[in-house]
């Protein structure tokens, strides 16, 4: 007899992710933290936290992400999730960036796999974490330290960041979009436009669209509430809306995508940075400092939008 398809999770995959990992580890690992003390320095008054986030199941566990036993399994469990291999999928965020990042932001961070990938990628650059669990962000900085990794993370909703108008040069979300509604997505795709420079880079990695409207049992299998909304969502579109140009998507190990956008150059900064660039050109070696668009708050110009 055919097993229902809301089941598959429940009966079949689950009992083989159980049997992959160390439950019994992780539930010692999660009582040996205290967790309001360890989150409480990160925790922020003003953050609420919106009902389809606090109503969340990962993998069936009530709270969600504002659970330590979801906190502390998140990376065993994920990395079998992500096939063919995590590191390889979040990788592909890396391999997309065009810009030279001073300043980068990672929307809903979780325990910082991407965010780490991204410091280790630029040194330099300033890099923040952003998430609404700061059970999570206690998990990602664990994570930092031990990698040596200096990242700043912060307890807020990407939907409205309180960072000030073109705070970062290139912004990331990582399997963020699957878990929320679109009303909420494109929400989050705004705040992006508005976070970045001109010439600044959004990247979103997340499952793939087409894969997910091909094959319906995907959409049974992970049993998230928003998964079929996402699947049907016209990312291009809402970027396009958002203000982003120079779109594109690129399949990642079939599963996953990574999208891109770039926020334009409006005339009034392309007068600005061709006065720049004429005052520079004037210089001895003929090249062009970044450091001379400093009026333009953005180092990345290298990409045409």
């Not at 606090?54 to 990376?75: A, C, T, W």
């Not at 700043?152 to 990407?158: F, K, Q, V």
């Not at 001109?198 to 087409?210: A, P, Y």
């Amino acid at each position: 007899m055919a097993v229902p398809q809301h089941k598959i999770w429940e009966r079949l995959i689950s009992p083989v992710v159980s049997f992959l990992i160390d439950e019994e580890g992780l539930e010692r690992y999660a009582l040996s933290i205290d967790w309001k003390k360890q989150s409480d320095r990160f925790h922020r008054d003003d953050v609420i936290l919106p009902s389809y986030y606090s109503s969340y199941k990962f993998r069936g566990i009530e709270g969600g992400y504002l659970h330590p036993k979801v906190v502390v399994s998140y990376d065993p469990i994920l990395q079998y999730l992500l096939p063919p291999n995590e590191t390889l999928v979040r990788q592909a965020v890396i391999d997309a960036i065009q810009v030279q990042p001073r300043r980068i932001l990672d929307l809903g961070c979780g325990t910082g796999s991407t965010t780490l990938m991204l410091k280790q990628a630029f040194p330099q650059a300033q890099v923040i974490g952003l998430d609404l669990s700061a059970y999570m962000l206690v998990m990602a900085e664990h994570k930092a330290t031990s990698a040596g990794l200096d990242i700043l993370w912060r307890h807020g909703n990407a939907e409205k960041t309180a960072f000030p108008d073109a705070s970062f040069d290139l912004v990331t979300a990582s399997l963020l979009f699957r878990e929320i509604p679109t009303t909420v997505s494109q929400t989050i795709l705004r705040e992006c436009f508005r976070l970045l420079v001109v010439g600044g880079q959004v990247l979103i990695l997340d499952s793939n669209q087409k894969a997910l409207r091909q094959l319906e049992w995907l959409k049974e299998v992970f049993e998230e509430l928003y998964l079929r909304d996402y699947a049907a969502f016209n990312l291009h579109e809402s970027m396009n809306q958002a203000g982003f140009l120079a779109l594109s998507s690129k399949d990642v190990w079939w599963m996953h995508q990574v999208t891109s956008g770039v926020k334009p150059i409006s005339k009034v900064d392309v007068t600005k940075y061709n006065t720049v660039k004429q005052t520079v050109s004037k210089s001895t070696d003929g090249k062009i400092d970044n450091n001379d668009l400093e009026d333009l708050g953005s180092p990345v110009f290298g990409i045409k939008a």
